[in-house]
């Protein structure tokens, strides 16, 4: 079974730019979450979609966006970027619902570098 | 809000040593309990997690750990580890705050030598 997928693995923009990064979740699997790591703040989750809806948000600003399609394929958009977005973005899948138990799957994220 | 705190940055040992990776939450609710590891080079994989029963949990590779509620902790362990083991080791919790979002730790690197 293909593990999850992101494009692109590595990203380099300019200040005031935007981008969106896209994850493809495991097949079966409903449920996406982002994540922004950087080694200053560590992993921290931006949000989560299941059924096409934003089910869960994190602390981030509204410049941080996100969607799901109905093939469960998930896009994060970043408008007007700051050089502190420079970070590796994480996708995370996992099979439904608001199970938290549910295991999450990391894809290898997408490095973004903002100059 | 839920913080978790990893006790060490960086632990290094030697071929055969054993483990304990420090792991304390904060918020006293029903939680949700994981060990997540990133090797060199791969993206990061899950090593075990708890969620109700036995406070002792067994994951992959020989690790454990256990849950204790009074103390806020779960701790990652290993009796004996290899150089394989070379790794970040990030430790997440979900709450019933927090829904399925994880929130982790700032992670421990461990280098193990041989």
């Known amino acids: 079974k293909a593990g999850v997928t992101q494009t692109p693995r590595y990203l380099i923009k300019t200040r005031g730019q935007q981008v969106t990064l896209s994850c493809s979740p495991i097949?079966?699997?409903?449920?996406v979450s982002w994540y922004q790591q950087t080694p200053g703040q560590g992993l921290q989750f931006l949000f989560e979609?299941?059924?096409?809806?934003?089910?869960n948000k994190g602390n981030f600003p509204g410049r941080f966006s996100g969607r799901q399609f109905s093939n469960s394929r998930s896009e994060m958009n970043v408008s007007t970027l700051e050089l502190g977005d420079s970070a590796l973005y994480l996708c995370a899948s996992s099979l439904a619902s608001a199970a938290r138990t549910d295991t999450q799957y990391f894809g290898p994220g997408t490095r973004l570098t903002v100059l | 809000a839920q913080s978790v705190s990893q006790h060490n940055h960086h632990v290094i040992l030697s071929e055969a040593a054993s483990l304990e990776l420090g792991c304390n939450y904060s918020?006293?609710?029903?939680?949700?309990l994981f060990w997540y590891v990133q090797y060199p080079g791969q993206h990061l994989q899950l090593l075990l997690k708890?969620?109700?029963?036995?406070?002792l949990v067994k994951g992959i590779k020989g690790f454990e750990a256990e849950f204790i509620k009074s103390k806020f902790s779960f701790n990652l362990r290993k009796p004996s580890v290899q150089w394989s083991d070379t790794a970040e080791y990030f430790c997440a919790v979900n709450d019933d705050q927090a829904g399925t979002a994880l929130i982790f730790g700032k992670g421990t690197t461990l280098s193990v030598s041989s």
């Open positions: 918020y006293g609710g029903t939680v949700n």
């Open positions: 708890y969620f109700s029963g036995d406070p």
């Open positions: 097949s079966g699997h409903r449920s």
């Open positions: 979609y299941f059924s096409e809806t934003q089910r």
